[in-house]
């Protein structure tokens, strides 16, 4: 199956500072996406791209969809306290209604 | 508050025994999900469902089998549980777009914690 390299693994950021991490495959998706997961809850969407080289933003996280179609990367300025949590990577594809996920990047903000 | 709630929470079982858990939601969705959350993998499909009394598989489906008897509730059963099955498991509803389900539409629950001892 299709499989999603995420990295960093982990990250030890202080507060103010911005924080880049990416995800890629050896196969394209349709729809990438980028989800934030608190501890004791499951993941809650931050950004969806649709389409190659789309850049979106919400909020202090911009996140692109790489247009290889392959790769996506997020980014986080000015890091905050509550940005701590696990940030997930996923790509899917329509003709087959396939979801997958990386393996997470652990986000650790020092006040 | 987001329409979907699993149980339990947590749950420590021995090996060999049954083992089945419920996810409920409140959004008339018609797609469900069960996945596992494991250290160094990401979220893994074990089953999904499509309609009531209609299921596939996962990418992870060996010894998990599930339920819909109605749209609202999606069981999850371990029929015989192992150690390799400790894991923390989501379940996952989705919105659908005149038909398929909307990749942006996906809610998660907060996690069923199992232990197998």
């Known amino acids: 199956g299709q499989q999603l390299n995420q990295s960093p693994q982990s990250m030890f950021i202080q507060e103010g500072e911005d924080v880049s991490m990416n995800c890629t495959s050896s196969?394209?998706?349709?729809?990438w996406l980028w989800y934030k997961q608190d501890p004791g809850e499951g993941p809650v969407l931050l950004i969806a791209?649709?389409?190659?080289?789309e850049l979106t933003s919400n909020g202090r996280l911009t996140a692109q969809f790489g247009i290889t179609r392959k790769d996506s990367f997020l980014n986080i300025s000015a890091s905050i306290p509550s940005d701590v949590g696990i940030y997930f990577c996923?790509?899917?594809?329509?003709?087959?209604?396939?979801?997958?996920f990386g393996a997470g990047t652990r986000l650790t903000v020092k006040p | 508050d987001a329409g979907i709630t699993q149980s339990p929470r947590h749950k420590v079982t021995e090996t060999g025994t049954p083992v089945t858990l419920r996810c409920h939601q409140t959004?008339?969705?018609?797609?469900m999900y069960w996945y596992r959350q494991d250290p160094g993998h990401g979220l893994r499909l074990i089953h999904y469902?499509?309609?009531?009394?209609?299921?596939d598989k996962g990418e992870v489906s060996d010894g998990y089998s599930v339920s819909r008897s109605k749209t609202e509730d999606f069981l999850l059963t371990l029929e015989s549980a192992t150690s390799s099955q400790t894991s923390v498991y989501f379940c996952?509803?989705?919105?659908?777009?005149?038909?398929?389900?909307?990749?942006?539409?996906?809610?998660f629950g907060s996690g069923t914690r199992l232990t197998v001892v």
């Open positions: 996923a790509g899917h594809t329509y003709n087959n209604n396939d979801m997958r």
């Open positions: 996952a509803i989705s919105e659908t777009d005149r038909g398929p389900p909307r990749p942006d539409g996906y809610t």
């Open positions: 791209l649709y389409k190659a080289g």
């Open positions: 959004e008339n969705h018609r797609y």
């Open positions: 469902s499509y309609g009531v009394k209609d299921t």
């Open positions: 196969s394209i998706f349709n729809t």
